[in-house]
């Protein structure tokens, strides 16, 4: 079954830590890039990094740029996400999505269920 699944979401205090992770099955998950989304209620989907198929190109969003890392195991296909330093307005739910050939963000064939992230003041 070709599928994403999120892990890692939880709440935590800002200027906290979390580790997201995102296992794939059903694709060549080396071939594609991947991306981390995110999204909270009433608002459209918003990007927030993606990172190349061999995991050596990463790209961020400004607003989270400096404090999110993304990266990959290929050989696990897993992607990862570190979130430091969280903020308030980091809260929302965090999906992974495997991007289209050609692509690098905004063209998503495929996301997981999420993953949510609470982050309080």
């Known amino acids: 079954e070709v599928q994403l699944v999120e892990s890692g979401g939880d709440l935590v205090q800002a200027g906290g830590s979390l580790r997201l992770s995102c296992a794939a099955s059903?694709?060549?998950?080396?071939?594609?890039?991947m991306a981390w989304v995110r999204q909270t209620p009433g608002k459209e989907l918003e990007w927030v990094s993606s990172?190349?198929?061999?995991?050596?190109?990463?790209y961020y969003a400004d607003s989270v740029k400096g404090r999110f890392t993304i990266s990959r195991d290929n050989a696990k296909k897993t992607l990862y996400l570190q979130l430091n330093s969280l903020k308030t307005e980091d809260t929302a739910m965090y999906y992974c999505a495997k991007v289209k050939l050609g692509f690098l963000r905004d063209n998503y064939d495929l996301r997981g269920q999420g993953t949510q992230v609470t982050v309080s003041s």
């Open positions: 990172i190349n198929n061999g995991g050596d190109r990463t």
């Open positions: 059903g694709f060549t998950f080396s071939t594609f890039a």
